[in-house]
């Protein structure tokens, strides 16, 4: 699987717009984005995906740069409850669907 | 659905004994995945099965730790000895090979050896 890179740690202020950056320099044609994120104490929740094309849900937007090496995850209204640990991981989307975890962005979202 | 049911939430046991942890995934995922968590290493792989058989166990520290899921219902992760240092949360997941919602992960085992 293909390493990541992402900040240790961002804040950001209670209604506006969190951007969570992640680098996978060395991604794969074949690999697809994926982002977690943890909530203390709690299992790591599935939030979004992507392979090339920008993608939305009801919890983010996943922009994918053009060349694949670098994601960002948009939380387009922070709450206080999006205080957590955002991961990234480029994995494969299918045979193993193994996932290797790095250390994550800790967001905190400020009142 | 009730989600990935882990059991028991807290456990605190005495070095030398044996742990169970219990996991539940959701009914119809063909993948489950053990995972343990640590300040220092943070979130590590030990074992994932698909359709109830370990493809790979490369994660699993020593021998002292082995996994098992005989039902598609079932798994348990079993420490014998425990020791000190396996103290850590320990996660399940689960995940469908046939829809894409990544991975489903119960809420954890907090595991103390004392």
């Known amino acids: 699987d293909a390493k990541t890179t992402q900040p240790t740690s961002m804040d950001c202020a209670e209604g506006r717009a969190a951007n969570l950056p992640c680098n996978h320099s060395?991604?794969?044609?074949?690999?697809?984005v994926y982002w977690y994120r943890q909530i203390h104490s709690q299992g790591p929740q599935y939030i979004i995906h992507?392979?090339?094309n920008n993608e939305t849900n009801e919890m983010a937007s996943l922009i994918i740069t053009e060349d694949r090496k670098s994601s960002t995850l948009i939380l387009p209204h922070a709450t206080l409850r999006d205080t957590a640990v955002y991961y990234c991981i480029v994995t494969i989307n299918s045979g193993t669907y193994k996932y290797i975890f790095g250390t994550g962005t800790r967001l905190k979202v400020l009142a | 659905d009730a989600g990935v049911i882990q059991s028991p939430r807290h456990e605190v046991t005495e070095m030398g004994q044996e742990v169970t942890l219990r996991c539940k995934p959701i009914?119809?995922?063909?993948?489950l995945f053990w995972y343990r968590q640590t300040m220092m290493r943070g979130l590590e792989l030990l074992i994932y099965f698909n359709n109830n058989v370990p493809i790979d166990d490369s994660g699993m520290p020593e021998d002292r730790f082995s996994a098992k899921m005989p039902n598609a219902s079932f798994s348990t992760l079993k420490i014998q000895p425990s020791e000190p240092r396996d103290s850590a949360v320990y996660f399940c997941a689960s995940r469908s090979s046939g829809r894409d919602y990544g991975y489903t992960f119960g809420s954890g085992t907090r595991l103390t050896v004392v």
């Open positions: 992507g392979l090339k």
């Open positions: 009914s119809g995922h063909d993948y």
């Open positions: 060395t991604i794969s044609g074949n690999e697809y």
